[in-house]
């Protein structure tokens, strides 16, 4: 079973569309969760980081389930600019690696 | 806004040359990092190092690559015989401290550098 799964789309949304993405992880003793953008050939940018009561910023939404290890991304009101690769990352904990998903490709059209 | 930067953005090798990658992690950080990403596919971990020292290492992280700080500033990732496979982007990334969530202490987050793009040819 893959560390951290997540859906690779890509997503095809419109302007103004509510877009959704899940991730799962594997290690049930994982203990930092982020979301992270990356644009093409570009390094990846941290978008937030997911804490277990659920954070907000802006048009995005994260919220993380330890009980089924799962944590989501939400974005309202997709603009244009939102067009990315959407990367789940998690840490086992400490100041060691943190593993990547293969990243959801969201491609927001006019 | 301080960031970590990366030289040199390409490089280009002949297959069994050594390079050598350069990272300039954030000032006050005192994690590092290296990862990379093969076109397409998935960012994969590499080595970590603090205090001086290699902290974690992934099976990628074999006996032809090395990391060293110099000096108080640069964080290097060497490849002492560069094959085709190890053509990717190359990533470093620093971090500082955490934040304690409850009984859990999460990770600093970890900030990347724009990559250097390798080529071995």
């Known amino acids: 079973r893959k560390e951290v799964e997540q859906d690779p789309g890509p997503f095809n949304v419109p302007e103004g569309a509510t877009v959704a993405f899940n991730c799962t992880y594997s290690n049930s003793a994982s203990q930092s969760f982020f979301w992270y953008r990356q644009d093409c050939r570009k390094e990846p940018k941290l978008l937030m980081s997911?804490?277990?009561s659920g954070n907000e910023d802006g048009r995005f939404t994260a919220q993380l389930n330890r009980a089924s290890q799962y944590i989501s991304l939400l974005i309202r009101d997709s603009k244009l600019s939102d067009s990315a690769t959407y990367l789940c990352v998690v840490n086992e904990g400490g100041y060691q690696k943190v593993t990547f998903g293969i990243g959801t490709k969201l491609q927001v059209i006019p | 806004e301080p960031e970590v930067t990366q030289t040199p953005s390409h490089q280009v090798t002949q297959m069994g040359q050594e390079v050598i990658l350069r990272c300039v992690p954030i000032?006050?950080?005192?994690?590092f990092y290296w990862y990379r990403q093969i076109l397409g596919q998935k960012v994969e971990f590499l080595v970590s190092?603090?205090?001086?020292?290699?902290?974690?290492k992934s099976e990628i992280f074999d006996d032809q690559f090395s990391v060293e700080r110099p000096d108080g500033s640069n964080f290097t990732l060497k490849i002492r015989s560069t094959k085709l496979e190890d053509s990717a982007m190359y990533f470093c990334a620093s971090s500082g401290w955490g934040q304690r969530e409850g009984p859990n202490l999460n990770t600093g987050t970890q900030y990347f550098g724009p990559g250097t793009r390798l080529t071995v040819l």
């Open positions: 190092f603090y205090n001086n020292e290699i902290s974690e």
């Open positions: 997911v804490y277990s």
């Open positions: 000032s006050n950080h005192l994690y």
